[in-house]
């Protein structure tokens, strides 16, 4: 109930709804619009540093779009192990980079989402990720967090995160339903 319970709160507060305010939503006034589309990849993301991404986002500009999202893969074992292409945050690779750029030129914000890839391992969809030992949940969060941090951290910083988003968990689920 909890988890539901904040889920709606944290859906409705996206959307700008308050129990205090009777107008109907399309009344009410809401900052500016998110118009955005996820700009996907046959492959791993490295399309997303060739040519053909400039034409494809001034496509999406004109047809509205004001954020576009890319989604970097990691790839998830099934011992917790989370595998990515490690790189130097400070000059990360043209497939991050130059989306970011990219966008940035055409006036579009741009959303880095990472993307769990679990094909090949014995879970059917994302919400399947579980482990029996303590060791495989913190092999998963080290390194998943290694890899979030990692892209947080290069394409618009220069490598830099700024101290306050360097919070880093040390809570680790210890049941199998993910309670900790």
């Known amino acids: 109930m909890r988890r ?6 944290a859906v409705a507060a996206a959307l700008g709804w308050s129990s205090t305010d009777p107008a109907p939503v399309a009344e009410r006034s809401f900052p500016a619009r998110i118009r955005g589309i996820t700009l996907s990849t046959h492959l791993d993301g490295r399309d997303w ?6 034409p494809t986002m001034h ?6 779009a004001n954020w ?3 989604h970097p893969y990691a790839a998830i074992g099934n011992d917790g192990s989370v595998r990515f292409h490690e790189f130097d945050p400070r000059t990360p690779p043209a497939y991050i980079a130059r989306p970011v750029r990219e966008a940035h030129a055409l006036g579009l914000k741009i ?3 990472p ?6 391992t014995r879970f059917g969809w994302r919400g399947e990720i579980d482990f029996a030992e303590e060791a495989q949940w913190r ?18 910083r220069g490598g830099r995160l700024r101290r306050r988003h360097r919070a880093r968990s040390t809570a680790c ?7 900790a």
Not at 59 to 64: Q, S
């Open 4 to 9: 539901t319970t904040c889920v709606s709160l």
């Open 49 to 54: 540093a060739w040519d053909p991404i400039v």
């Open 59 to 64: 496509e999406l500009r004109e047809l509205g």
């Open 68 to 70: 576009i999202a890319v």
């Open 111 to 113: 959303l880095i989402k």
């Open 115 to 120: 993307h769990l890839a679990y094909w090949g």
């Open 139 to 156: 092999r998963f969060f080290e390194q998943y967090e290694r890899w979030i941090v990692t892209l947080a951290a290069g394409p618009t």
């Open 173 to 179: 689920p210890t049941s199998r339903n993910g309670a």
